[in-house]
């Protein structure tokens, strides 16, 4: 096999939008082309460089083979087609849908330990810890997994970096300006779960702060990852 040799293929073919599993199909398919043309050109008396170099040429430039797959839509992902959506307007979708989740099961626990709960009584320590790890859970680890995610399957669909960077800086925006808490205490009134979204004078620094420190954990590696790619595509051909 010699898919090495079409390593800037490949990364052309993933940024023309080519979705991942066809560019694996698509540059082994014409890696074992090549290998056959190859064989033939020194089953004919070329030699080894010249079979390879002759093979090369037969098969076309990088530019021409990406241009034959870029042209059936069919090959396209979606996240391709459509990155401004698919990576700013998801990645927030997803997260309210995920928090809208977290509540409702919350709600549901909650009926469900009822009794429970109304036969014993936590001490402040603990339900300010309760409430601190629900917050930290869906107000950092959530947002931060969830933009992760978006920006790792960005980057392994090389889209330019600044739709998937807009994307986490809102998602992120999103996150710091929400407030969540979940205060379970016991007795006659065991707890409760309130939502909300705000920002004041007070409270923006704090905020930028949250906001940026969850951007900064995703676009960084994501950009790194980028810059790595493009050093490491060499084109030919």
């Not at 087609?81 to 698919?86: E, G, K, S």
């Amino acid at each position: 096999m010699a898919e090495g040799q079409f390593q800037a293929l490949r990364e052309a073919l993933l940024r023309a939008g080519i979705a991942p599993r066809h560019v694996c199909r698509a540059v082994g398919e014409i890696s074992d082309h090549y290998e056959v043309l190859v064989a033939a050109a020194i089953a004919g008396g070329a030699e080894d460089h010249e079979a390879r170099l002759a093979a090369r040429d037969l098969l076309g430039s990088d530019s021409a083979l990406v241009s034959r797959y870029a042209d059936q839509p069919e090959l396209h992902a979606w996240p391709s087609r459509f990155p401004a959506a698919w990576f700013t307007l998801l990645p927030m979708l997803g997260f309210l849908a995920a928090l809208a989740a977290a509540f409702a099961a919350i709600v549901l626990l909650g009926d469900h330990w009822s009794a429970a709960l109304h036969r014993i009584q936590l001490r402040r320590e603990v339900t300010l810890r309760i409430d601190l790890a629900v917050r930290i859970l869906l107000l950092w680890v959530l947002p931060l997994l969830l933009a992760a995610g978006f920006a790792m399957q960005a980057w392994r669909r090389r889209i330019a970096p600044a739709w998937p960077g807009a994307g986490v800086l809102l998602l992120s925006a999103l996150a710091a300006v929400l407030n969540v808490g979940l205060k379970i205490t016991g007795g006659a009134v065991p707890g409760e779960a309130s939502a909300g979204m705000g920002i004041s004078a007070d409270t923006w620094p704090g905020q930028a702060a949250h906001a940026l420190v969850i951007a900064a954990a995703v676009v960084g590696p994501l950009w790194l990852a980028a810059r790595r790619a493009r050093r490491s595509a060499i084109p030919s051909g």
